[in-house]
Nanobody, 120 residues
């Protein structure tokens, strides 16, 4: 059973920093993509940053230059998201997301979410 365990959310002042972590486990296949999405109250969930199995990275335009996704070289299923220069509009529940594609069938998994609140 695949599990994604997140940690690191909290309350921070605007301009501050946080670091989120996600550890994925339980898959018999390599995750083709792992990363972070976020959902603000009353809004849809959106991609924040992802890294694929070749270490290609994607960022949402709104976080480019402020957030950094990285992975553990010893455990490819563990990733971090460094959030710098935080703004109130970054306030959201941040979800870890992982995708596997055994035999071309897409399977997606989500963590339980961690709250990030940025005070102005």
């Amino acid at each position: 059973q695949v599990q994604l365990v997140e940690s690191g959310g909290g309350l921070v002042q605007a301009g501050g920093s946080l670091r989120l972590s996600c550890a994925a486990s339980g898959s018999s296949f390599a995750f083709v993509n792992i990363g972070w999405y976020r959902q603000a109250p009353g809004k849809q969930r959106h991609m924040v940053a992802t890294i694929d199995m070749r270490d290609n990275i994607n960022y949402a335009d709104s976080v480019m230059g402020r957030f950094t996704i990285s992975r553990d070289n010893a455990n490819k299923n563990k990733v971090w998201l460094q959030l710098n220069s935080l703004k109130p509009e970054d306030t959201a529940v941040y979800y870890c997301h992982a995708e596997e594609q055994p035999w071309g069938v897409v399977r997606e998994y989500w963590g339980q979410g961690t709250q990030v609140t940025v005070a102005s």
